[in-house]
């Protein structure tokens, strides 16, 4: 290495956008619920209702509280481009 020369090294967060994030979950969820509710109980329906009413007040509301959540993770908090200058 040449004397007086600085090395840069950079990393770019690679994480999903947050809305993205939401629709995985909220689609994961939907599925696990509707699938306990016809194989175990019917009462795991009551936990999709819940899921679509919460993508519903999302919707018409423009505020949306897993997004609000999922923001505030450590994955979320950093963005664009982070460098670490080494002499």
Do not use: H, Y
Not at 22 to 47: C, N
Not at 58 to 64: P, Q
Request: charged share 10%.
């Amino acid at each position: 290495m040449e004397s007086g020369r600085i090395a840069n090294t950079c990393s770019t967060n690679k994480s999903w956008a947050i809305d993205r994030q939401v629709r995985a979950i909220a689609g994961g969820l939907m599925m696990l619920f509707t699938l306990l509710g016809l194989l175990a109980s019917p009462w795991f329906f009551a936990g999709s209702l819940f899921i679509t009413a919460g993508l519903l007040f999302s919707g018409l509301s423009d505020v949306c509280l897993m997004a609000t959540a999922l923001g505030k993770l450590p994955w979320n908090r950093v963005s664009g481009t982070q460098c670490e200058i080494q002499p």
